[in-house]
């Protein structure tokens, strides 16, 4: 069915596309007896696949990504296509548009997408509202994605972490500091020791007073050096956060097949070319924390082994974002069914 769409989609440009998949999806699902049907075509469910990680327990261990929900306002519909959990985001403080578009392209030749949308998020307010009056989850685990404004200084980015962290606290499961996405110019300066440290230190203690404090996990890029991700390893060790996403995007261009003009545009690469990296990522660091804390495993997942492979590696749980784009959203139950044969 996907393979009959793709082509009109593909057609679109890639920014249109998306709100043309999921504005449709939205209107779909308001008709009678749709939810059904979708739960009948993408939901698999099945005990074998549950996991309790960090705490929480997940229907299944696979995701959607940051970046496809930005604004928590498809959580339901993306939700309907089988998704475990889901993860909302990246928010800021403040409303703000991101780059200028066009700021997201397709390479076919790789399968993969590059993207400087920037943190394009009309504001964690509006994030937080909707997610207060999405109250039938049915067993889905939601994240929040925290970021930073791209005027706030980096000096005072953790003021930023904090609002963010306050005001989504009671409407998500557990958090994300993203500190890793190359769109945001000096961002991922965030993930030195020292303001990492700080920022994660002072949600933690921001979380401890709370009665029931929320798992906090930190997304770092997969272009860090193994001295860097020995220095994460340790900040999550010391600080004592829950775990780690692995990876955001590449700034990487090694590889890529795409005609030069598109792997010249500015911004982080996903998908197929990210696979081998980000398991590397994830590999390292479960063999250096020893297995001490979760991973959740993400870059270039377009199959079912693709997924297996960084569960193999150490992650707990999975998340897709482009694999979704080019595959269809079938691709969710296909890995679902995998993991249940593999048991
Ligand atoms: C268009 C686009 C927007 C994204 N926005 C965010 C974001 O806001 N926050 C974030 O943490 N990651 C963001 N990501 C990164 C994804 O969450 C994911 O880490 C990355 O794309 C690798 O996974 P994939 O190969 O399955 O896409 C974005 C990715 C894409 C393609």
Redo the contacts with the bound molecule.
Sequence with gaps: MYKLVKPLFFSLD??TA?YTVTGGLKRFLKIWGSQKLMKASFSYENPALERTVFGIKFKNPVGL????D?NAEFTQEMASLGFGFI?I??VTPRPQPGNDKP??FRLVKDS????R?G?N?QGVDVAALRLKYFTERNGLIIGG?I?KNKTTLNEDAVHDYVICFDKLFEHVDYF?V?V??P?TPGLRDLQEKEPLKRILNTLQQRNETHETPKPILL?IAPDLTDSQLDDIVEIVIDTNIAGV?A???TIQREGLQSQTSLINEAG?V???P??VR?TEVVRYLAEKSNHRFPIIG?????SPADALAKLQAGASLV???????YEGPQLVKHICKRLVQKK
Excluded: D
Excluded at 65 to 68: D, E, K, Q, S, T
Excluded at 298 to 302: N, P, Q
């Design positions: 890639p920014e998306h990504a940051a970046g496809f930005k993860e985001g990246t700021r997201m993969a997408l590059i993207n949308m943190f998020n994605n970021g994300v993203n890793s996405s769109n997304k996403i990876t955001n995007t982080g996903s998908g197929k990210l696979a980000s993400v870059g270039g997942i377009h998340q897709i974002y482009t694999g979704l784009i």
